[in-house]
């Protein structure tokens, strides 16, 4: 085994112990359970976006529709159709994921700002939905009266509503299924089809690979994964909201993969990590957390437009 | 019916010229700067407040002239500081950056005039309707109409007749060329973004003379101007204007038949024109790829 090899290794095991770890050590910390599972939702949502962002190279800006999708998918099978987690979290997977899919078609025509723009506009059309079908989804106030169900296991029951910790565990779970499923398509000869498009989509276009089809699976599977991370967050919460829909969510996303590192695996997570730390604590503080946000926004932006991890890996180099 | 079909069209017709005018500000900067301009709708809020916190002073016609220039004032200096870095950088770094500008705008607004809508006072004449049977259309709304028609003719002029305006168009087409002509492209870049936010900050004063000010009142704005510029085709100004007006007729004939949907339609037309003419209904060859 290399030193390469190694190095990998050890930092794989340092992440992983540490979300094992993390009820245990946020809590001494002044931190919350939830707030450590809020973390792990949210940054899943930041992988997927990253999946199309940081490894095909297009920039989906309306990735919080799916998002959203996913979240009133799980509520309302929870609501109207089953009482079962599992159930709820496979329906609301399909929903984001089957609607990116047939957007999709219309949307991988376009590329750079113009690819943003179509996705942002096509994101807002199921904000409306949410926003102007009050008797299916609540409206504005959102979609209430379901909540997580206890896993049956058969031979006995886990309880993820009132216990914090086997919540944690449970989503830390359903993470690393997606987790895995990314990186072993990023490694597969598709993923390094979307890398090579990536770096040069001329070039991949005259060595035959179908490009456009390329960037639409990639842009459905992220969707899938944003819309499994949508119902995921609807269990959180126990509530889907409308503004989950809005474009200032997908904004939110795209912040925590940049800010992280795009260009690596793990950084929007570290990403996710710090904006949702750091926003969970200016609202505690100032009514104008808005600003505060947005000033974030301005500050990466100038001056760590590769993220944090791209910052560290730039000054070890 | 008639008369209700009427007021709606009417009524469409305005916001459409609204979208017009957001929607070739933003256009302006999108083709020459490759910069989606998420900020413009904060802009807009900009120019309203402006008009709001000087008409008592130099009353409404003062606060016309004056608002826009000076929003259009703090554009060039926002593109100065934050925008020039990013040029040649991806597109996503100055759509995360205006994006993070407009949360700033917004809570700025609110923080210094507070989250409820204030009121613009517009001359007592301007506020009455033409005719007893034609209610809706208020001598304000005609001269909103007559504003941005002629804000729309002097843009058209500018960028037909005036060295700058043709300099603007051909950088569009091919900036590297415009550049090894020796013609300052930092420069035009920075005129360019100052008349966008000139038009943002006009109808931001018609805007607050029409609706009333709030410090949300832009977002509301920006969404339909987007789909405006798509609907138009990107790279085409009439194009732009066109969807606009599409846009806005479409959704308020919408409204008559059914008022749940006279937000999803436009993006119903978007989602057609995707389908059936991919560049937009003006649009060139090749621009939206």
Known sequence: MSAEQTRKLIVLAAIWATLVLAPYWMVPLGGYTALATRVLVLGLAAMSVNFLLGFTGVLSFGHAAYFGLGAYGAG??????????????????????????????????????????VTIAFGQVFYYIAFQWSSLTGGDDGLRGFSRQPIDFGLFKLDILS????????????????????????????????IAIRENERRSRFLGIPVERHIWIAFTLSCFFMGFAGALYALVNNFADPRGLHYSQSGDFVMMAVMGGMRSFWGPLLGAAVFVVLQDYLSSITVNWMSFVGLLFVLVVLFFPRGLLGFIQRSKA | ??????????????????????????????????????????????????????????????????????????????????????????????????????????????????????????????????????????????????????????????????????????????????????????????????????LAGLSGVLAAGQLGLEPTMGTGLLMPSFIAIIVGGIGSLPGTMLGGLLIGVASGMTAVFLPAASEAVIYVMMAVVLLIRPRGLLGEEGMMS
């Open chain 1, 163 to 194: 216990d914090a910790n086997n919540f944690y565990f449970f989503v830390l779970f359903c993470f690393a299924l997606v987790v895995a499923a990314m990186g072993f398509i990023l490694r597969s000869p598709f993923g390094r089809t979307m």
């Open chain 1, 76 to 117: 309302l099978t929870l609501k109207f159709l089953a009482p079962s987690t599992p159930l709820a979290l496979v329906a609301g997977m399909l929903l984001g994921g089957v609607c990116g899919a047939i957007l999709g078609t219309l949307i991988v025509r376009r590329r750079g700002v113009y690819f943003a723009m």
């Open chain 2, 1 to 198: 019916m008639t008369q209700l079909l009427l007021f709606n069209i009417t009524n469409g017709l305005i916001i459409g010229a609204f979208y017009v005018l957001m929607a070739l500000g933003l256009s302006l900067i999108l083709n020459l700067s490759n910069t989606i301009n998420f900020a413009h709708g904060g802009f807009l809020v900009i120019g309203g407040y402006i008009a709001y916190a000087i008409t008592p002073y130099i009353g409404f016609w003062g606060a016309l002239l004056i608002a826009p220039p000076l929003t259009a004032i703090i554009g060039l200096a926002v593109e100065r500081v934050l925008i020039r870095p990013l040029y040649g950088r991806d597109p996503l770094y100055s759509l995360l950056l205006t994006f993070g500008l407009a949360f700033i705008i917004e809570d700025g607004t609110r923080f210094i005039f507070g989250p409820q809508g204030k009121p613009v006072t517009i001359p007592p004449f301007l506020a009455q309707p033409l005719s007893n049977d034609f209610f809706f259309i208020t001598g304000y709304r005609l001269f909103m109409v007559a504003v941005v028609m002629i804000a729309v003719a002097l843009l058209f002029v500018l960028l037909r007749y005036t060295r700058l305006g043709i300099r603007i168009r051909a950088g569009t087409l091919d900036l590297e060329t415009v550049a090894a002509l020796g013609i300052n492209v930092q420069m035009l870049r920075s005129l360019n973004f100052a008349v966008g936010i000139f």
